[in-house]
């Protein structure tokens, strides 16, 4: 049996509302970058072997690169590394958008998907480190960690559902976009937040 009561003291944490929504809008480009990638570069060049290879080396970027990052975090505090990677990131993504449209080296454009995946903001290891120091008690850590897993569910499957909203228009750059804008918006507005900040 579910205890709904539980959830209802968990969003009455101090501070966890603020912080929890702006981490949904930093983490909207884990289910929207990937295939936007991949769908725009097909579009644009009528490859899939670039699309498929860009869309891999973000991927493999964001693998290699993750471990490194939760560990200067560890040593460095969350605030300078989600604010530099909220920069770099979406810088990335604007990079790849604009060397595929005036560029036709396609290695340039390969190697800003790598750099972009290196350099995601890893909001959601700040978040689930946040908790413990938030929450009361050992039930309500509990559940914190159950609606933040459910959170990164949901946003497998609405992320694609938003690239394709973008496809349905003809504006498949602007998934790509609006994956930076998100990155870069959630995450300063996540260290921004009182339970961020204090």
Do not use: K
């Not at 981490?23 to 295939?35: E, H, K, Q």
């Not at 579009?43 to 993750?66: E, I, Q």
């Not at 590394?81 to 810088?91: D, E, K, N, Q, R």
């Amino acid at each position: 049996m579910i205890l709904f009561q539980r959830y209802t003291d968990l969003f009455r944490v101090p501070g966890l509302r603020a912080a929890l929504a702006a981490s949904i809008i930093g983490r909207i480009p884990i289910g929207v970058a990937t295939l936007s990638i991949l769908l725009f570069l097909q579009a644009r060049t009528d490859s899939f072997a670039l699309a498929g290879s860009a869309a891999s080396l973000y991927v493999l970027g964001l693998a290699v690169v993750a471990p490194f990052l939760g560990r200067m975090i560890d040593r460095l505090g969350p605030r300078p590394v989600l604010a530099v990677s909220a920069i770099i990131y979406p810088g990335m993504l604007v990079a790849l958008v604009l060397l595929s449209l005036y560029d036709d080296r396609h290695s340039w454009v390969a190697l800003a998907a790598f750099f972009a995946g290196a350099s995601f903001p890893p909001i959601t290891i700040c978040m689930r480190t946040l908790y413990p120091r938030l929450m009361p008690g050992a039930g309500l850590l509990q559940s914190a960690y159950s609606v933040d897993s459910a959170l990164v569910e949901f946003i497998f499957i609405v992320g694609p559902a938003l690239v394709a909203a973008f496809v349905a228009l003809g504006i498949t750059l602007g998934a790509i976009l609006f994956a930076a804008a998100c990155a870069a918006g959630g995450n300063f507005i996540f260290l921004r937040t009182p339970a961020v900040r204090d």
